[in-house]
């Protein structure tokens, strides 16, 4: 008996290679790259603006009263039995002069604290608090130069450029840790651009506190020398120069001298002579070098 | 072929039977081509992957993910689709699925085949 | 300003080197494909096959590693958050799965065929916070089986 075929017919092979590759995309990489890039500097400076409209409503809100125990919470307070220094009564007297000839308003009480350490600068701290490095005592060589360093540090309390700043900052912080947090490149270039954006942002204030402050030494004194001294004065270490301005956070000393100077001419404020500083201020200084 | 092409011929025949058993119950393999496979890659945007970290909180379905899957599911299996059709095929058999987890936040599916002939 | 300097030239060196790289490999691996085209691979397990010209079978196995470059590093993290396909990262699967197939085949030469190839994939590499993935890995598995050629005749005694 003839088997009935039920084998199937076996299989062929027909080998057969695909005609283009299916699993890639053909877009060039250059062009996504700069896209995707596009799209993200457009949408942070989209975050940084909108940021900056709602810092500034955020800013007016927030009453004197309510900044000062903020800040009271974060910043410890100089122990009361302590007193003043020789230095911090002179600084809080000229301090003082200011207010009692309604140069400067204050919204709250301004203490001003001599703190060690070598580095020129003064720092004005939330709540109402300047701080004076030993090393910018040194430098300062009458009191007009001390008062506009004095009246520089009050003008940032005037604009309450430390809450501005210090609202920025953060919502900046939390954005580029959410974007930039999963990868080291990107992270390191939302850092960059943030740092950029941040220090030209100050830079304007610097700029508003240095006009603020010849106004007030004008109103003080009657005369604004010894507005631009401490620029001369600051060791050329720290006068950033040409390249290093972008990132620092205080624009070149050249500049600030200049402006300065042009105000000065525009608003006609007259030149005079400069108050030495009184005999015991620099005591307990180290003898300059 | 370009793309118009391949879409052109894809309307005109009939639609690729995908099978992951060994054969197109009802019908005979008659010639076999060799190993189709699709892979692709998705990931999604910022604001899933934020709704995907507070999730983790109250736990739940990720309904966004689970799009992401579902959407590279569909387009893996088009591409290979699209390579056994390139190659003259008209059905895939033991087709199989295969993920891994290649970045943050990114679903991978990788699927292959083999493409055949049937009658 | 220098971080800023060395990322670009780092994407600039990833971007150059590596495409550079993948052309090579994707030429490599067309070429070897069409050599190899004659012996079929198939993810079917049962094909009929002529009993008594089996001569062995046995699995094979082709692992390839690929690694990543920095300027496909960026893309992907650039990608996660606007969404929408990785393209950077499909021709690194893409070659590294192809690698691994044709290395299984070759790791076989005189194989009739293929069966139950199987490919897994993972990723290689330091989890830390911040990396995505340093290296993709791709592994080929299947049977190969050795047929003897049609006019060899068997070895073993015969009637007499």
């Known amino acids: 008996m003839a088997r009935l075929s039920t084998c199937a017919k076996k299989m062929k092979h027909t080998p057969r290679l695909p005609s283009r590759n299916h699993n890639v995309t053909p877009v060039s990489p250059i062009r996504e790259l700069l896209i995707l890039l596009g799209g993200l500097v457009a949408a942070m400076v989209l975050i940084y603006v909108l940021l900056g409209l709602g810092a500034d409503l955020l800013v007016e809100h927030i009453s004197p009263q309510t900044e000062q125990k903020l800040a009271s919470f974060f910043a410890p307070k100089k122990n009361p039995g302590q007193g003043q220094s020789a230095k911090e009564q002179w600084l809080q007297s000229l301090v003082d002069r200011m207010e009692s000839k309604k140069c400067v308003r204050l919204p709250y009480p301004i203490t001003v604290q001599v703190s060690p350490g070598k580095h020129v600068n003064a720092m004005a701290l939330p709540g109402g608090r300047i701080v004076v490095l030993d090393g910018l005592l040194e430098r300062v060589r009458s009191e007009n130069e001390m008062a506009f360093i004095l009246a520089h540090e009050l003008g940032h309390f005037k604009h309450r450029d430390h809450l501005r700043g210090l609202g920025r900052g953060l919502v900046f912080a939390v954005v580029s840790t959410l974007i930039g947090g999963s990868d080291g490149a990107l992270a390191g270039l939302v850092q960059r651009s943030v740092q950029v954006s941040e220090s030209s942002f100050s830079r304007d204030q610097e700029s508003a506190a240095d006009s603020y402050a010849q106004d007030v030494l004008n109103c003080t004194y009657g005369h604004v020398s010894g507005a631009t001294d401490f620029f001369h004065h600051m060791p050329k270490k720290q006068d950033p120069g040409a390249f290093g301005h972008y990132f620092s956070s205080h624009p070149e000393n050249q500049r600030r001298i200049n402006s300065l100077l042009n105000r000065q001419q525009e608003k006609h404020y007259p030149n005079g002579t400069r108050i030495p500083l009184p005999p015991g201020s620099r005591k307990d200084v180290s003898p300059p070098k | ?119 | 300003m220098y971080d800023l300097v060395i990322i670009l030239i780092l994407t600039a060196l990833g971007y150059f080197a590596g495409s550079w790289a993948e052309q090579k490999h994707y030429r490599s691996i067309e070429k070897r494909e069409q050599a190899m085209l004659k012996v079929p691979v198939t993810t079917m397990k049962k094909i009929k096959l002529p009993r008594e010209r089996i001569e062995k079978a046995c699995l094979v196995t082709g692992s390839a590693v690929i690694s990543v470059d920095y300027f496909k590093r960026l893309l992907a993290s650039l990608r996660n958050i606007f969404g929408g396909t990785v393209a950077s990262y499909e021709s690194l699967l893409d070659r590294a799965r192809r690698e691994a197939l044709l290395r299984m085949r070759e790791s076989a030469p005189g194989a009739s065929l293929f069966l139950n190839v199987r490919i897994e994939t993972s990723t290689i590499g330091r989890y830390s916070a911040k990396r995505n993935i340093a290296s993709l890995e791709a592994m080929a598995y299947g049977t190969a089986v050795y047929l003897r050629k049609k006019n060899e005749t068997h070895a073993a005694p015969a009637q007499p």
């Open chain 2, 1 to 119: 072929m370009t793309e118009k092409q391949m879409q052109n011929l894809a309307g005109r025949r009939k639609k690729i039977v995908l099978t992951n058993i060994e054969t197109i119950p009802g019908r005979r393999i008659v010639e076999h081509f060799g190993l189709v496979s699709g892979s692709t890659i998705r990931a999604k945007h910022l604001g899933r992957d934020l709704m995907a970290s507070l999730k983790n909180l109250v736990g739940g379905e990720l309904k966004g993910y689970t799009q992401l899957l579902s959407e590279s599911r569909d387009q893996a299996t088009r591409r290979m689709i699209r390579q056994a059709e390139d190659m003259g095929a008209n059905a895939i058999v033991n087709v199989r699925f295969s993920t891994s987890s290649v970045a943050q936040g990114a679903a991978e599916l990788y699927a292959y085949g083999t493409a055949v002939r049937v009658e």
